[in-house]
C-alpha cells in the first residue's frame, strides 16, 4: 500500500513531465533555443578524496531546484568534471523525492552529463552548483567549470548560485579583474562546525567552506538550524543546506526576473 507521501511524489513526477524536459544536446548544439537555460554544476566523484569512503550527489537538491526552474519556464542541462553520469547513493535519495529515480528527463541527464568543454556557456542564464558529499572534490578547481560561471556571470549578465556543499565551487570564482568573486558579499552554504569533524569522510576535505570563503574576503553567514537558509548578494545567490534548494532556486528566477532582456543588452553587467 503506498503512502500519501509516495502517491505526492507520483503526482509531482507526473506534473513535471508536462511541464517540459531536460535534455544535454541543447547544452552542445549551437542551434537557437528560444527557452532560457540554467546549467546545473555537480561533481564527478565517486569517493571522498583519496579514500574509499563512498560520496554522493544530493538528489534532493537537484530535483527540488529542477522543479522550481521548470515551474518558472527553464529548461535544465547537467556538466560535471568528467561527463557521463554521477553517483547517487539511497543516503542521498529521501522518501520524498525517491519516485523521481523513475523520471526519464532527469536520470537521462544525470547518466549523461556534459564535460566543460561540450558547453555552450553563452546559453545559460545561472548556473547552479549542487550540493551532496562529493561536491568538495573535483569542481572548486576545475578551470572549464570556472570559465563557464564567470562566462555566465560577467559576460551573460547571469546568476551564480549554490547549496549547501555546492558552494564549495565557487570559493575560487575570480572576476575579470582577478578578484574573487565572493569577495565582500554575503555567501552561505554548509559550515564546517556543522560537519561531524571525527569522521573519517572530514579528514578527506581539501578545504572547509566557511574558512576558504571568509578567506577570499566573503561574508560568510549561517544559522544552527536545518531549516532553510538562503543569502542573497546581487547576482550571487547561496542557500545554506538541502533544504534551501528550492528556496535558492526561487531566489535565483526572482533575480532574474529583474534583470535586462540578455537578447537586448550586451556588455557586462554589474553585481
Same mark, same amino acid.
Given at each position: 500500500m503506498h503512502t500519501p507521501r509516495f502517491i505526492k511524489s507520483l503526482l509531482i513526477l507526473l506534473l513535471s513531465a508536462w511541464l517540459g524536459s531536460t535534455c544535454n544536446a541543447h547544452a552542445v548544439s549551437g542551434s537557437a533555443d528560444p527557452q532560457p537555460r540554467i546549467l546545473f554544476i555537480l561533481a564527478s566523484s565517486k569517493v571522498h578524496g583519496?579514500?574509499?569512503?563512498?560520496?554522493?550527489?544530493? $538528489?534532493?537538491?537537484?530535483?527540488?531546484?529542477?522543479?522550481? $526552474?521548470?515551474?518558472?519556464?527553464? /529548461?535544465?542541462? $547537467? %556538466?560535471?568534471?568528467?561527463?557521463?553520469?554521477?553517483?547517487?547513493?539511497?543516503?542521498?535519495?529521501?522518501?520524498?523525492?525517491?519516485?523521481?529515480?523513475?523520471?526519464?528527463?532527469?536520470m537521462d541527464g544525470l547518466r549523461n552529463t556534459a564535460t566543460p568543454a561540450q558547453i555552450d556557456p553563452s546559453r545559460y542564464r545561472a548556473v547552479y552548483y549542487v550540493g551532496g558529499s562529493n561536491a568538495m572534490y573535483g569542481v572548486a578547481e576545475n578551470r572549464g567549470l570556472q570559465d563557464i560561471a564567470m562566462h555566465v556571470y560577467e559576460r551573460n549578465g547571469g546568476v551564480v548560485s549554490a547549496v549547501c556543499h555546492g558552494t564549495a565551487g565557487i570559493v575560487n570564482l575570480k572576476l575579470a579583474g582577478g578578484q574573487p568573486l565572493v569577495a565582500g558579499k554575503r555567501i552561505s552554504g554548509y559550515p564546517e562546525e556543522h560537519e561531524e569533524q571525527g569522521a573519517a569522510y572530514f579528514k578527506e576535505f581539501p578545504f572547509l567552506?566557511?574558512?576558504? %570563503?571568509?578567506?577570499?574576503?566573503?561574508? $560568510?553567514?549561517?544559522?544552527?538550524? +536545518?531549516?532553510?537558509?538562503?543569502? %542573497?548578494?546581487?547576482?550571487?545567490?547561496?542557500?545554506? +543546506?538541502?533544504?534551501?534548494?528550492?528556496?535558492? /532556486?526561487?531566489?535565483?528566477?526572482? %533575480?532574474?526576473?529583474?534583470?535586462?532582456?540578455?537578447?537586448?543588452?550586451?556588455?557586462?553587467?554589474?553585481?
Open positions: 583519496s579514500s574509499t569512503l563512498p560520496a554522493s550527489i544530493s $538528489f534532493g537538491e537537484v530535483v527540488h531546484a529542477w522543479d522550481t $526552474f521548470h515551474a518558472a519556464g527553464y /529548461a535544465v542541462d $547537467f %556538466v560535471t568534471p568528467e561527463g557521463g553520469d554521477v553517483p547517487i547513493l539511497d543516503a542521498y535519495v529521501g522518501e520524498q523525492v525517491e519516485a523521481r529515480l523513475q523520471d526519464k528527463r532527469i567552506i566557511r574558512k576558504t %570563503v571568509e578567506a577570499r574576503g566573503g561574508l $560568510f553567514h549561517a544559522i544552527d538550524s +536545518n531549516e532553510p537558509y538562503i543569502e %542573497v548578494d546581487g547576482r550571487v545567490v547561496t542557500g545554506q +543546506n538541502y533544504a534551501s534548494a528550492a528556496p535558492v /532556486a526561487e531566489a535565483v528566477v526572482e %533575480v532574474l526576473r529583474k534583470l535586462p532582456d540578455p537578447s537586448r543588452s550586451h556588455g557586462q553587467a554589474k553585481g
